[in-house]
């Protein structure tokens, strides 16, 4: 599970490397047993591709894990608070780069993200430590995944088969939620009926403005032409 810090810092990185010119993805699975990368940029450079990759800790203990570092790229990133930086600064490897993160003091609604990053530390350039072409297929599959679950929300339980729907409805057909009284299957019914009767008062509210319209013109067009004296 994610910290809210790491959910925190996830967002302004994504927003950062947007605002240098990179296509973003998170959680990129790679081949040959190499991980996942948490964060994974491609920039485009002369006619190439420019890989970074970027690996959020934010306790000692996280960074101190066995979990394996996904450092594939042309460039390789740390993403760490200060406090942590300055604690394990040391241990971090000539060839990685980091970017520590700076939240803003009060986070205003024009803002896209809650803090921004400073590069304590260079990376080296690196080759590259998976073939291109299966570093590229991962990012468009990782892109997709994020494509498709924003389809979802917004297209709602029309994305989903029939059957499907009704093997989810089956299922928790007895379920209840303790915070309401009604089990799901009736609250399902319930939310289809009102974004049904909402759809429909938007459309009548839609006609009676065509109709009203229509009908003004009509009386223009009735309206007697003025007999010149």
Not at 14 to 21: A, K, T
Not at 137 to 153: C, G, I, P, W
Not at 171 to 187: P, V
């Amino acid at each position: 599970m994610k910290t809210d810090l790491t959910l925190e810092m996830e967002k302004s990185l994504y927003f950062y490397c947007m605002e240098l010119g990179g296509i973003v993805v998170e959680e990129v699975t790679m081949p040959e047993e190499r991980g996942i990368v948490d964060t994974l940029a491609c920039f485009f450079k002369e006619n190439k591709m420019e890989w970074r990759c970027y690996e959020l800790k934010v306790s000692k203990a996280d960074f101190m894990s066995a979990a394996k570092l996904s450092f594939v790229g042309d460039y390789n990133y740390f993403v760490l608070p200060n406090e942590l930086y300055e604690k394990v600064q040391a241990l971090i490897p000539a060839e990685i780069g980091v970017l520590v993160y700076r939240p803003y003091d009060q986070f205003q609604e024009e803002q896209m993200a809650p803090g921004t990053f400073i590069l304590a530390k260079k990376p080296q350039k690196q080759s590259l430590k998976v073939p291109e072409d299966l570093l590229l297929e991962r990012f468009m599959f990782s892109l997709f995944r994020e494509v498709r679950k924003a389809k979802q929300m917004s297209y709602g339980t029309s994305f989903f088969p029939t059957e499907a729907l009704y093997k989810e409805l089956k299922k928790r057909g007895q379920e209840k939620d303790h915070l309401h009284s009604e089990n799901f299957h009736d609250r399902f019914f319930s939310d289809v009926e009102n974004a049904r009767i909402k759809s429909l008062e938007e459309e009548l509210a839609a006609l009676e403005q065509d109709y009203q319209f229509l009908k003004s013109q009509r009386k223009v067009k009735r309206r007697p032409t003025e007999r010149l004296e």
